[in-house]
């Protein structure tokens, strides 16, 4: 299984990002698939989840609004595109495959670097 996460980077308050999230490895629309972040010194934070269609989502209280997530089945990719970034938006941000049957997480991608900053 890989997740490989693409997309961070620097940006002002105010300014979007998209991420993307390739998966390979496994069979990809039989997954929930969920981002995570983890700000500097802090733990880490569920941030979006969506169903295996793709119908479904579900967003923290801190980026709704904000933040959509997606994906396209066809090509084994999840997408989080964030508007109206802030600075506590500042994390590396983290692609996963929720466990099935348990709670947590049994792969993740490497991470991906966003810094919102003026």
């Known amino acids: 299984v890989q997740l490989v996460e693409s997309g961070g980077g620097l940006v002002q308050p105010g300014g979007s990002l998209r991420l993307s999230c390739a998966a390979a490895?496994?069979?990809?629309?039989?997954?929930?698939m969920t981002w995570v972040r983890q700000a500097p010194g802090k733990g880490l934070e569920w941030v979006a989840d969506?169903?295996?269609?793709?119908?479904?989502?579900w967003y923290a209280d801190s980026v709704k609004g904000r933040f959509t997530i997606s994906r396209d089945n066809a090509k084994n990719t999840v997408t989080l595109q964030m508007n109206s970034l802030k600075p506590e938006d500042t994390a590396l941000y983290y692609c996963?495959?929720?466990?099935?049957?348990?709670?947590?997480?049994?792969?993740w991608g490497q991470g991906t670097q966003v810094a919102v900053s003026s």
């Open positions: 969506i169903n295996r269609l793709g119908a479904r989502t």
């Open positions: 996963t495959r929720p466990c099935v049957g348990k709670s947590g997480y049994d792969y």
């Open positions: 490895g496994f069979t990809f629309n039989n997954y929930y």
